[in-house]
């Protein structure tokens, strides 16, 4: 599928996936756009028509489109401006503008303007270009809406991201679908159990030193 999907990215300007039209920025996207990517995050990971998500790293698009496409409402927070603008094509040539609002931003614990990397693949190197960018707690972002969903893939951010959250999960209790670091697991493992969420580790690669863990919360306390 990915060979598909490379061939395809080569020979015009846009790919389908799964009858969804993606623009991709780099062969980074195209490898994320692949539906084997994150593939073990389908059992877990289903916002329903009409509930609201909220995408914390949206990226292009891989999960705003399809969400979208079935009703779910999609906040969706990408802060690199090149990924921004591809995602805002995507939302556009899928016609799901009606259900996606979608955010310039980086979410966090305070607002400030910070210094970000982009991950860019110059084979056979990996290279990071800087950026700059507004950020926010997504408690003000999300002010007064009910949230369903949470999904947070920020690249070693989470915990300034969770920092910014608090009240959303308080209130509302979202089901989270959320990427840790071998560095910021424990923390923040106990930030969420004290908000009374119980975990479930889906899948994990990476070395023992540096893991990329993907987890589903749901909060169980009753109130």
Do not use: C
Not at 17 to 38: F, G, H, M, Q, W
Not at 81 to 107: S, T
Not at 136 to 141: A, F, G, K, R, Y
């Amino acid at each position: 599928m990915m060979r598909k999907i490379l061939g395809e990215w080569m020979r015009r300007d846009d790919i389908v996936v799964d009858n969804y039209r993606y623009k991709l920025t780099d062969l980074d996207s195209a490898y994320i756009v692949n539906p084997a990517y994150e593939d073990a995050l389908k059992g877990w990971f289903n916002p329903k028509k009409g509930e609201v998500l909220v995408d914390i790293g949206a990226n292009i698009g891989k999960y705003v489109i399809p969400f979208a496409k079935r009703g779910v409402k999609v906040i969706a927070i990408e802060p690199n401006p090149e990924f921004f603008d591809v995602l805002m094509k995507n939302i556009k040539i899928n016609g799901v503008e009606d259900n996606v609002k979608a955010l310039k931003l980086a979410a966090g614990a305070e607002k400030k303007e910070v210094r970000m990397y982009e991950r860019i693949f110059k084979f056979p190197r990996i290279v990071y270009k800087p950026f700059y960018a507004n950020m926010i707690p997504i408690d003000e972002v999300v002010d007064g809406e009910d949230i369903d969903w949470i999904k947070v893939d920020v690249d070693g951010g989470e915990v300034e991201v969770f920092k910014g959250l608090e009240k959303v999960l308080r209130d509302n209790k979202p089901r989270i679908i959320a990427e840790l670091h071998t560095s910021t697991k424990n923390q923040l493992l106990r930030f969420l159990h004290d908000l009374g969420y119980e975990d479930r580790l889906i899948f994990r690669f990476g070395t023992k030193e540096n893991e990329d863990l993907y987890y589903y919360f749901e909060n169980v306390r009753k109130e």
